[in-house]
């Protein structure tokens, strides 16, 4: 069974930078692809980013992209978001995620194994 651990938030002024990481253990094959959503209080879960583990590839929502980049690496089984230029739209409690369907994958039903989300709050 896979299990997810994010770490990594915390408080940041806006302008500033983070890098939230995710743990990934008990991957199969089929598990390609690994997902960052978020989710603000009274707000639905959004997606931010994922990334292939096989090939690298990546997409990111409109919001993220230019700002947030998302990585991984094999041997350490992690996965990063790194955000730079927040705002504070972009607090909310951040969760990482894997999903069998391969290509483009935003809608949070597309993946099973969810972490419990690590906090990421930005002042203004």
């Known amino acids: 069974q896979v299990q997810l651990i994010e770490s990594g938030g915390g408080l940041v002024q806006a302008g500033g930078s983070l890098k939230l990481s995710c743990l990934v253990s008990?991957?199969?094959?089929?598990?390609?692809?690994v997902g960052w959503f978020r989710q603000a209080p009274g707000n639905e879960r959004e997606f931010v980013a994922h990334?292939?583990?096989?090939?690298?590839?990546?997409y990111y929502s409109d919001s993220a992209r230019g700002r947030f980049t998302i990585s991984r690496d094999i041997p350490k089984t992690m996965v990063y978001l790194q955000m730079s230029s927040l705002k504070p739209e972009d607090t909310a409690l951040y969760f990482c995620?894997?999903?069998?369907?391969?290509?483009?994958?935003?809608?949070?039903?597309?993946?099973?194994?969810w972490g419990q989300g690590t906090q990421v709050t930005v002042s203004s």
């Open positions: 990334i292939s583990w096989s090939g690298g590839y990546t």
């Open positions: 995620a894997t999903s069998w369907v391969r290509g483009v994958v935003t809608t949070s039903s597309a993946y099973g194994y």
């Open positions: 008990g991957r199969t094959s089929h598990d390609d692809t």
